[in-house]
């Protein structure tokens, strides 16, 4: 079942900064939220920094990549990991 943003979330998050998929029990924390409508959607940043760093720099020079998602890495490293929370409509 999917999730609705409110009362469930997601099993699986995609980290803004490293841009990988990961588990949001234990992987990833959400650090804001997108609203569009009745719909709701989390922003997730990984809890291990160290790790999402050293995989988003990896990825950064990975030829295999797609320009979009190291464009977007770009931007995620040149703005920083959020101190609170956020909210987007």
Known sequence: MASNGL???AKKGK???CQ???KTSTQVKAVGEVH???AVGHIWECIDREECNRAAKAKLG???RTNL???RIKLALSI???KEYVYYS
Do not use: L, P, S
Request: hydrophobic share 15%; with cysteine; net charge positive.
């Open 15 to 17: 980290c803004r900064i």
């Open 7 to 9: 009362t469930q979330y």
């Open 69 to 71: 998602e190291r464009e």
């Open 62 to 64: 990975d030829e295999n």
């Open 36 to 38: 569009h409508g009745f």
């Open 20 to 22: 990988r998929v990961r």
């Open 80 to 82: 920083g990991r959020y």
